[in-house]
């Protein structure tokens, strides 16, 4: 059984930092785009950031470029999400996601289906 489990999330003060953590299990993803999407209250789900099969092929929306940084190790079957310079913008709960098809670059993992893999979501608060 795939599974995704995000963790990393919590309260943090506007202009802080948190680092999420997405441990896959069930099957390598080392082929695979994964990803970072974000929902906030009363708001659709929104793409965040994500990376290719290599490290060198990541993707990011225009609202946290510059801020958020995507990695993964394959060794690890995880992938990260370090975000700096936190807003209360960026409150959501945050979820982790990988494309079912593989060799997949990081622009096309920027929209994934719900056929996809997705984990459950961790909540990041940032305060004013």
């Known amino acids: 059984q795939v599974q995704l489990v995000e963790s990393g999330g919590g309260l943090v003060q506007a202009g802080g930092s948190l680092r999420l953590s997405c441990a896959a299990s069930?099957?390598?993803?080392?082929?695979?785009?994964m990803g970072w999407f974000r929902q906030a209250p009363g708001k659709d789900r929104e793409f965040v950031a994500t990376i290719g099969r290599f490290s060198g092929n990541t993707y990011y929306a225009d609202s946290v470029k510059g801020r958020f940084t995507i990695s993964r190790d394959n060794a690890k079957n995880t992938v990260y999400l370090q975000m700096n310079s936190l807003k209360p913008e960026d409150t959501a709960v945050y979820y982790c996601?990988?494309?079912?098809?593989?060799?997949?670059?990081?622009?096309?993992?920027?929209?994934?289906?719900?056929?996809?893999?997705w984990g459950q979501g961790t909540q990041v608060t940032v305060s004013s």
């Open positions: 996601a990988a494309t079912r098809r593989p060799f997949t670059s990081a622009q096309q993992g920027a929209v994934m289906s719900p056929d996809d893999y």
């Open positions: 069930g099957r390598t993803f080392s082929d695979n785009a």
